[in-house]
């Protein structure tokens, strides 16, 4: 793969793709942080492109935003927005940062 930031979303407990979730992607380097990308999640839980393509790649801190409650729409629903914020250390690399959710819990790893 490509350099650049890509991403998925699992919904683990239905066992399927989150179809539909808002994801928004920041740079941190800014003040206020600048949004660089808004997508929405398609049918496999995945963005239709990469959320920071591989010629737009660079090294830097960077927050994923997971728009969890709105995706859920149910009452009790434990998060509201999901941030993930992590380092790109080589702009060379892909960085894949996908979110396993639920309506009462998420996590999150350094995929391939």
Do not use: N
């Not at 995945?46 to 090294?59: D, F, G, M, V």
């Not at 702009?91 to 995929?111: D, E, I, K, M, N």
């Amino acid at each position: 793969m490509a350099a650049g930031i890509t991403t998925h979303v699992l919904d683990v407990s239905t066992g399927k793709p989150a179809a539909g979730m808002q994801v928004e992607l920041f740079d941190l380097s800014a003040q206020p942080p600048k949004l660089v990308a808004r997508m929405k999640t398609t049918h496999d839980g995945r963005t239709e492109t990469p959320i920071l393509p591989p010629a737009q790649a660079r090294a830097g801190s960077f927050e994923l935003r997971f728009w969890v409650a709105d995706y859920f729409r149910t009452p009790d629903v434990f998060a509201d927005v999901v941030p993930v914020r992590f380092t790109v250390a080589d702009a060379a690399q892909h960085y894949h940062v996908p979110l396993l959710c639920s309506p009462w819990s998420f996590g999150t790893y350094r995929g391939s």
